[in-house]
């Protein structure tokens, strides 16, 4: 079976640069139990959320560590995944960083990313994009800007030049220890809904399909058909909606790795497909290889 992952990370996407003493394993934290559970366990609420939001940093912190290129490349061995996309994160990671790494790794596709603050962020992302990478990953949380900055509503007018897809994070998570819920909020789903409208002829990726907020997604995935969606992070139940909200072809396989081990979300997609083998192809690579080869054309 083929596989394309088509969200990864490597590096430091949550202070910048090269990891700081990287891990060559990954460490057990009580907010594996996200994982385990096949993502069912997906936060605490009431009384016990504030502990939820310290067990999601304190998770997300340990396997950010974890993110190396020799690591994703053991594990896509592991999981025979053939190809797997690097989602950089400006201003910590960018698709120039990413391609220098990868230059000679055919099994690696980069992606682009720009900080919509950033008065040069027009020419860093036409670099990138000259340069191979094939779309273009924005992440508002941690970004630190909310869905309807100008900013993105500019980086996407250079996008629709190149014709490439765009990747945004959906879902609020807590990626640090500070009480953050304004910055939180900016994965919110329902908040894209003006950026969506106003790019009907860009092919948008909704990560995750909302994590906790999948409800939103599945509005907007019925309402707007350049939109898509991957099923990193994602429970089988949410999945199985979202192929009624999406439909098959809108559909993407992810991981999230580091965040994922990258076998779990494999299982889960392979019940997702059971006994529809056209279905299992375009989940797990069909789909993602058809918005890979836009760029260009």
Known sequence: MRIIDFHTHIDDILYGGELIEPYSELVWTPGDIFEWSGYRVAGLKGPLEKLSHHIEAIYIHHRNQFG??????RFMERCQIEKSVLLPIAPFTDGMQYLKKIKD????????SVHPKDADKESKLKSQLDAGCLGVKLHPPLQNCPPDDPGYF????????????VIFHT????????????????????KYEKLIQAFADVPIVLAHLGMRQAEQVLELGRKYHHLYAD??????KLLKQAVDAFGKDRLIFGSDFP??????????????????PEFQEKYFWKNAQSLLEMAGK
């Open 259 to 276: 965040a994922s081990r990258q076998s779990i979300p494999i299982k889960i997609g392979l019940k997702l497909t059971k006994n529809d």
């Open 154 to 165: 500019e980086i996407l007018e250079i996008v629709r030049d190149y014709n490439v897809p």
């Open 231 to 236: 099923g990193s992070n994602q429970r089988l």
């Open 68 to 73: 190396t290129l020799q690591n994703i490349l």
């Open 105 to 112: 790794i055919p099994s690696l596709i980069s992606f682009a």
């Open 171 to 190: 879902g609020i998570v807590h990626y640090y220890i500070a009480y953050q819920p304004t910055r939180y909020s900016y994965g919110e789903p329902r």
